[in-house]
């Protein structure tokens, strides 16, 4: 057998182990209801909404929707764990302080964060901050 025939040989081997490994994998996959088989490219993770922040006094907060694991606070480098800043005001910038996302509680993982009565003002605002009006005396 040349060099030749026996690496095709061994591409079409492992074709067919791949793919048996595939049908195995998607013969575990079922849906609850027993239906047709999932498969991982078809489930769909909960999202949440966040007011995820800027660095913008203009604009502090933007109106994003993320997968539930993006802010479960599970692992690194989501959300929930990395921008933990207090809630936006106008007076944060000036002394080099980087302000937080809003995050509503993800159960059972956390209960929120910023999602004080002012945190969830913003965000029932559609991630803006509401004009404040003054009065003049």
């Known amino acids: 057998m040349t060099h030749l025939q026996q ?3 061994l591409v079409v081997r492992r074709r067919v182990i791949a793919g048996a490994v595939g ?24 999202e949440v909404t ?19 694991s993006a ?3 599970v692992g690194a480098a989501d959300h ?3 921008h933990t800043g207090p809630i936006w005001d106008s007076t944060l910038k000036a002394q080099h302080i980087s302000w937080g ?18 945190g969830q ?7 803006t901050i509401a004009p404040t009006t003054t009065v003049a005396p």
Do not use: K, M, Q
Request: aromatic share 6%.
């Open 7 to 9: 690496a095709r040989r």
């Open 23 to 46: 049908v195995a994998v998607a013969g575990l996959i079922v849906s609850p209801s027993g239906a047709a088989p999932t498969l991982p490219s078809e489930r769909v993770e909960p």
């Open 50 to 68: 966040i007011c995820h922040a800027t660095d913008s006094d203009t604009n502090p907060y933007v109106r994003i929707t993320v997968d539930e």
């Open 71 to 73: 802010v479960d606070g």
């Open 80 to 82: 929930f764990g990395t």
């Open 101 to 118: 996302d809003l995050i509503p509680p993800v159960a059972p993982y956390h209960a929120g964060l910023n999602w004080t009565t002012a």
């Open 121 to 127: 003002a913003i965000w029932t605002n559609g991630c």
